[in-house]
């Protein structure tokens, strides 16, 4: 069997009823052109986000010899098995102001009241989106590639876990090699601030 016709989806550890609720968005796809010294090889190149909307968020890339279908399936799977739990403040937005800095990028989030929504940079709004985060602000700051607000926003989504910079959601425990300020537990908050939050009831 040639390798392109193989289902990726079915050698994830997700069924597919669970996959079929998350939100996936192609937030990159382009072509890219090598030039060799026998001429040029196209490729296609793709960047998917994949969350539930409640705290799960993950995101893939991959590249294929000039079929962005197959390119689209494969960051997808990346996407599912790099998915990791983000702590959130009453399960709408962060505990206090975040900040991270990649290359000439730097980003800011900062938490919002009810009902502020997200307004941010429409790569940003996607992947807080699909992670269940709903009031927010963020400032890019720099340059504005899409790649590189994409791996920076990740770099403070993906580190706030305890032990710190290590991930436990269902892509299993790993390395986690990010700098940046992290998003805090709420644990940290409660100790940073010698006394208990309580989640306010509207």
């Not at 192609?26 to 539930?52: A, D, E, M, P, Y």
């Not at 710190?164 to 940290?188: N, S």
């Amino acid at each position: 069997m040639n390798s392109t016709d193989v289902d990726l989806r079915k050698h994830l550890h997700l069924s597919k009823a669970v996959m079929d609720k998350f939100f996936d968005f192609v937030l990159f796809s382009r072509r890219v052109t090598q030039q060799t010294g026998k001429g040029k090889i196209n490729r296609s190149h793709s960047l998917i986000v994949v969350g539930n909307g409640d705290g799960l968020v993950g995101y893939g890339e991959a590249k294929t010899m000039n079929d962005p279908i197959r390119a689209r399936e494969k960051a997808y799977s990346q996407a599912i098995r790099n998915m990791d739990y983000v702590e959130r403040f009453e399960k709408r937005t962060i505990f206090g102001e975040m900040h991270a800095k990649m290359g000439s990028t730097q980003i800011i989030l900062r938490p919002r009241p009810v009902g502020f929504g997200l307004q941010c940079n429409p790569n940003i709004h996607q992947i807080l989106k699909a992670a269940g985060i709903k009031d927010i602000s963020a400032k890019v700051w720099g340059s504005r590639n899409p790649l590189n607000v994409i791996k920076t926003l990740f770099r403070i989504l993906h580190s706030g876990n305890a032990p710190l910079y290590m991930g436990d959601g269902i892509g299993g425990k790993g390395r986690r090699t990010f700098k940046g300020e992290p998003i805090q537990t709420r644990e940290a908050v409660e100790r940073a601030r010698g006394r208990k939050l309580v989640d306010l009831m509207y």
